[in-house]
């Protein structure tokens, strides 16, 4: 095949342009992106977790969250997803061990969502940390960033999904405080529920912005502290006797 | 030197049709890496849910890391005014686009949904470095191919020096952004550094002038045309320069964080027991990518043509292993999420998170280096990038006169 130089360039120029027109739509799709609509600013859901009264050896509100949003595994620990998990603590210095629940710490500046170069993962106006699954490209950069690991990436096919929750191979997951029940209605989410129909009552769904709310005042009278406090997240999830 | 005379590879010979169809097939196999990943999903690679980034990112970002630093040459010409390496421009310019290319072949295809490549050129989030990187790089190839037009069409020749000015601007601010990648990851101990962005630049300097050496002493020897010693000499100092300077900012580097008593773990595990990782900073970076291609290049060993070529391979190789220190070391090393406490869960908590690179992996990354080269290849083909004498008569005029 012989390519003068004439045709190499008009070739070159044609692949410049196709590459780069869509991005000359960024701006104007930048702007068209609507906030969600049924989340209101007036709220902000979160999680106050008490470690005195989560039970080592009870995984209640793992197997809750895994059943209600249809997370299932294969088997294999190292890929499969968890949205929440169960991590024991034992102290260096006093040999006291505790453990509690871990997921997305729904933080108001969230690094998953400063780094996501799609804008996929992205924060509700409630303050809910999502995943769009339609435009997450798989990167996983969120999962570099985050400070708790919350996030899962999906290795493989999965099956039984729910309609509330969807769930595809190759894009990044994560606790999603349940939103659609948040969306309900509910007042709960399935992790807190479980943990007080098991007896627990180690975790509190509640509306951090409303003071008359059971969080807003356990949290205005009882210590309580942030995970990693020290990266000034802001989480929507709190904890209570560490 | 007024004048160089360009001239494209005559390229009829079975040997050059042997190389195009070994780089075509080793593409055509990394292809089928890519395609055989992404059809079972990433469980089959090495990676999972703690080494989220695998082998395809230490190939892609060392070649996107090579690109930036294999358009030096041009720019040492059109911008700092160096007349020995006009001559090299070309093939400089070229090499530039080619590894580019390369690494966002390997980069693209290691996503979870590559078909959303659209998505991500249409949908952008501005406070992400990653989001930057995107239009850095498509930008690069914009602005270089734009670069090598002004140096081919002589009637432009004068615009070239001011398109090698842009082209030079846009390389640091790339390799600045592919620096930030980690540097601004605030919750990774081996990251969070604002010197890593710095780093990213000298290390683009060594990388890219070995693959510019290594690329150039082929295409001369295998098209029967000669490289003076004055040419080689200069870039062969020019190598151990950058990779004194690269052994300096990694010194410079461990040096703070060793200052920093909370950073006292993460160099424990990299510098002490880290295993793989360890040996793979001392043996692989340090040893093979810096001090022996130094001893190669500074001794009198340099005189042959041969220890030049290692020395340039093994920093080449010296580059993949220091990827492979930070950025899969840098995630196997456990987060800090409870300072004072011994964490464990099913999540890997608290321990060295375990990676294997999986053959695919491996495949898809070399893929990305044979398509570098045999669009280099190929482009020498069509069009005149490589001068027709490198001979230290052609190239300094002033040669033999002391």
């Known amino acids: 095949m012989n390519i003068n130089r004439r045709q190499f360039l008009a070739l070159g120029g044609a692949a410049a342009a196709a590459t780069l027109a869509p991005g000359l739509r960024l701006i104007e799709l930048a702007q068209a992106r609507s906030p969600e609509e049924a989340a209101a600013a007036a709220h902000r859901w979160g999680l106050l977790i008490d470690a005195n009264k989560c039970a080592d050896g009870c995984t209640a509100c793992v197997d809750a969250c895994f059943t209600e949003n249809g997370v299932t595994g294969h088997g294999r620990p190292a890929t499969d997803a968890q949205w929440i998990r169960k991590v024991t603590l034992k102290d260096k210095q006093t040999g006291q061990v505790q453990s509690l629940p871990l997921m997305c710490q729904h933080c108001e500046h969230p690094p998953c969502v400063d780094v996501c170069p799609t804008g996929a993962s992205f924060k509700r106006i409630d303050g809910i940390v999502l995943v769009d699954k339609h435009i997450c490209i798989g990167c996983r950069y969120c999962m570099m960033a985050c400070p708790y690991k919350a996030r899962s990436f999906i290795h493989e096919d999965t099956t039984g999904q729910k309609a509330h929750a969807p769930r595809g191979k190759g894009t990044v997951e994560s606790c999603t405080l349940c939103v659609h029940k948040v969306d309900r209605g509910d007042g709960t989410t399935a992790c807190a529920e479980a943990c007080r129909q098991a007896g627990h009552q180690a975790i509190l769904f509640g509306d951090l912005k409303d003071p008359a709310s059971e969080i807003s005042k356990r949290l205005a009278t009882q210590p309580s502290q942030q995970l990693r406090a020290d990266l000034k997240l802001n989480t929507g999830i709190r904890y209570q006797g560490l | ?402």
């Open chain 2, 1 to 402: 030197m007024s004048h160089v005379t360009y001239l494209k590879l005559e390229g009829k010979t079975f040997g050059f049709w042997m190389l195009l169809a070994v780089l075509a097939g080793v593409v055509a196999v990394g292809l089928g890496a890519a395609l055989y990943m992404e059809h079972n999903g990433h469980w089959v690679t090495g990676m999972n849910n703690q080494i989220v980034w695998g082998t395809p990112h230490v190939f892609a970002v060392f070649l996107i890391v090579a690109a930036s630093g294999a358009l030096n040459v041009a720019s040492i010409a059109s911008v700092f005014g160096r007349q020995l390496y006009k001559p090299l421009s070309r093939l400089s310019g070229l090499l530039a686009v080619a590894l580019l290319v390369g690494g966002l072949m390997v980069l693209v295809l290691d996503l979870g949904r590559p078909d959303r490549l659209t998505v991500a050129m249409t949908y952008y989030n501005f406070k992400s470095i990653f989001a930057w990187n995107i239009i850095l790089y498509i930008g690069f190839i914009v602005v270089v191919a734009v670069y090598l037009w002004m140096m081919f069409e002589r009637r432009f020749n004068e615009y070239s020096k001011p398109a090698g000015l842009a082209a030079f601007l846009w390389r640091l601010i790339l390799t600045t952004g592919t620096g930030s990648i980690f540097g601004f990851l605030v919750a990774r101990e081996a990251y969070s550094s604002a010197l890593l962005a710095p780093m990213f630049i000298i290390l683009s300097f060594a990388y890219g002038l070995a693959i510019f050496i290594l690329v150039l002493m082929s295409a001369v020897a295998w098209s029967g045309r000669t490289l003076g010693d004055v040419t080689l000499n200069r870039l062969k100092n020019l190598l151990g320069v950058f990779v004194a300077s690269v052994l300096y900012f990694v010194v410079v580097y461990h040096l703070t964080n060793l200052y920093m008593t909370g950073k006292h773990d993460v160099e424990r595990f990299i510098l002490l027991d880290g295993g793989v990782y360890t040996r793979m900073f001392w043996i692989g970076q340090i040893l093979i990518g810096g001090v022996l291609p130094l001893v190669l290049l500074f001794s009198p060993l340099s005189r042959s043509r041969g220890m030049i070529v290692l020395a340039a391979l093994l920093v080449v190789l010296g580059g993949l292993a220091q990827m492979y220190v930070t950025i899969i070391g840098g995630q196997a090393f456990p987060m800090p999420l409870f300072p004072d406490k011994i964490v464990s869960s099913s999540f890997a908590d608290g321990v060295v998170a375990q990676y294997a690179p999986s053959l695919p992996e491996v495949l898809l990354g070399v893929g990305g280096i044979a398509i570098a080269l045999l669009l280099t290849a190929y482009a020498i083909r069509v069009l005149p990038f490589l001068p027709q004498s490198l001979a230290d008569a052609d190239v300094d005029p002033h040669h033999g006169q002391g």
